[in-house]
């Protein structure tokens, strides 16, 4: 069955170190995803991608952070120099265009900010 | 836009008793689609179901079992005879129709079920 990856599973950085997290979507997916949850706390909405653009982000979704899908089938976040409050684990999704409404998670990258 | 609510932060049960997870939302859109996700203490989202707005059935799936009520736009969850792998942090979630638009989650309650 086709799934959602995600590397690394858990990375450990010191402030101000920039980050990039990478997911592998479903292969035939359009639309694409990232997700954050800071630890006990719920999944919150980061950005959405699609057509090689963002279509839509929220308001953590700052300037530290990017998203690009470089090569066609991964899908990059870079956080350019991390914060304590960047500790979260972040989830990539993917969707396949059409009205089935299920977006496809990885399994989270855990990232610990020292 | 749209929002889901968990009213409930934490439920906690001996195992064998029965659990309901209430979930309301809101959303102005007429097609939208409706999700329970369990996080286990591994942390990833394990996909619970999925239902449409334009499918009220109810539905039960071995233990758990939902209840979709559009009237008062709820989508309650229920795990009969609870075990203690039903441990875990249950989210609702709402995608409207339109393709490309984001999950909303709701704030996730957390079930404990002792043995």
């Known amino acids: 069955e086709p799934e959602v990856t995600q590397t690394p599973s858990h990375q450990v950085t010191q402030m101000g170190q920039e980050v990039i997290l990478r997911c592998v979507p479903i292969s035939n997916h359009l639309y694409f995803y990232w997700y954050r949850q800071i630890l006990g706390q719920k999944v919150e909405f980061l950005v959405s991608?699609?057509?090689?653009?963002?279509?839509?982000k929220s308001e953590i979704f700052d300037d530290q952070f990017s998203v690009e899908r470089p090569d066609g089938s991964n899908f990059t976040l870079k956080i350019r120099s991390t914060k304590l409050e960047d500790s979260a684990m972040y989830f990539c999704?993917?969707?396949?265009?059409?009205?089935?409404?299920?977006?496809?998670f990885g399994e989270g990258s855990r990232l610990t900010v020292l | 836009a749209q929002k889901v609510t968990q009213a409930q932060t934490e439920i906690s049960v001996v195992e064998k008793e029965d659990v309901t997870l209430d979930c309301v939302y809101e959303t102005r859109d007429t097609t939208y689609y409706l999700f329970w996700y369990k996080q286990p203490p591994s942390g990833e989202l394990v996909f619970l179901i999925r239902r449409n707005s334009f499918d009220e059935q109810n539905e039960i799936s071995g233990r758990y079992s939902w209840n979709f009520q559009k009237s008062t736009s709820s989508f309650n969850f229920t795990i009969t005879a609870s075990q203690v792998v039903d441990s875990a942090v249950y989210f609702c979630?709402?995608?409207?129709?339109?393709?490309?638009?984001?999950?909303?989650f709701g704030g996730g309650t957390r079930v404990l079920v002792k043995p």
């Open positions: 979630a709402l995608i409207p129709g339109t393709a490309g638009n984001k999950l909303t």
């Open positions: 999704a993917s969707r396949w265009t059409g009205d089935s409404g299920e977006l496809f």
């Open positions: 991608f699609y057509n090689n653009e963002i279509s839509e």
